[in-house]
């Protein structure tokens, strides 16, 4: 929400759209484009061996079009949401994503789901890109992976955008009784003081400053009550 409409909200729509949002939000030097799907999903073609390559292309060629239409650059994405039908997607996924975004790798944060807005869609994808104001830029912090295409952290004025970061590597995943005796305090406490903070120190910041935080939990009803314990 902006107040007192100080930074000029402009609504953009794709001629092609079957839902009653808006495609875009432009507000100030941000653009934000929820929901990105493949259009064509709504009456879907028989399966095929492709199909996730094949919709991962189709949804981020629509991104780009969605982008553009606000005036904003494909090299200018911040931040990916990405949701998908199911894990088999991904590895579709990021082997079109990495032709997409040679410009600049916006910060990623992924989540699989047994269906999405559209039941028969694969993929879809919230965006936060921005149109750099003059004598302002985009700064990548604490790298970068090119294999997959997605930046730890960008920042761009006082906001700082992080990636989703998990503990799946085998070799940095913490014993479950190292903190608390409970695997999800261990693992929170772990991405928080050991993965993100070390991300956040070198843009200046501290988990003091989070605004907004996304928790993805894998069983929410066994780890809600030790989640936030901690």
Not at 61 to 75: D, P, Q, Y
Not at 168 to 192: C, H, N, Y
Request: hydrophobic share 45%; proline share 7%; net charge neutral.
């Amino acid at each position: 929400m902006t107040r007192q409409g100080a930074l000029g909200i402009r609504i953009h729509r794709m001629a092609d759209d079957f839902s009653p949002f808006p495609a875009a939000v432009r507000a100030g030097d941000f653009i934000f484009a929820p929901c990105i799907l493949n259009q064509a999903a709504i009456n879907p073609r028989p399966l095929d061996a492709w199909q996730s390559r094949h919709e991962s292309r189709i949804v981020l060629e629509r991104l780009k079009a969605v982008i553009e239409s606000a005036g904003g650059a494909m090299a200018n994405v911040i931040n990916l949401l990405q949701c998908f039908q199911g894990r088999g997607q991904t590895a579709g996924y990021v082997e079109e994503r990495v032709h997409h975004f040679r410009g600049g790798v916006p910060t990623s944060t992924g989540t699989a789901g047994t269906a999405l807005a559209t039941p028969k869609a694969l993929i879809q994808l919230d965006a936060v890109g921005v149109v750099p104001s003059p004598g302002k830029a985009l700064e990548y912090i604490g790298g970068t992976s090119q294999a997959a295409s997605y930046s730890n952290a960008i920042a761009y004025g006082d906001l700082v955008y992080f990636s989703g970061i998990m503990t799946s590597d085998p070799k940095t995943q913490p014993d479950p009784t190292r903190w608390f005796g409970s695997a999800v305090k261990s693992e929170l406490r772990f991405i928080m003081q050991e993965r993100f903070a070390p991300i956040a120190a070198s843009a200046g910041c501290g988990i003091g400053d989070i605004a907004v935080a996304h928790f993805h939990l894998l069983n929410p009803i066994a780890d809600l009550g030790p989640f936030r314990e901690l």
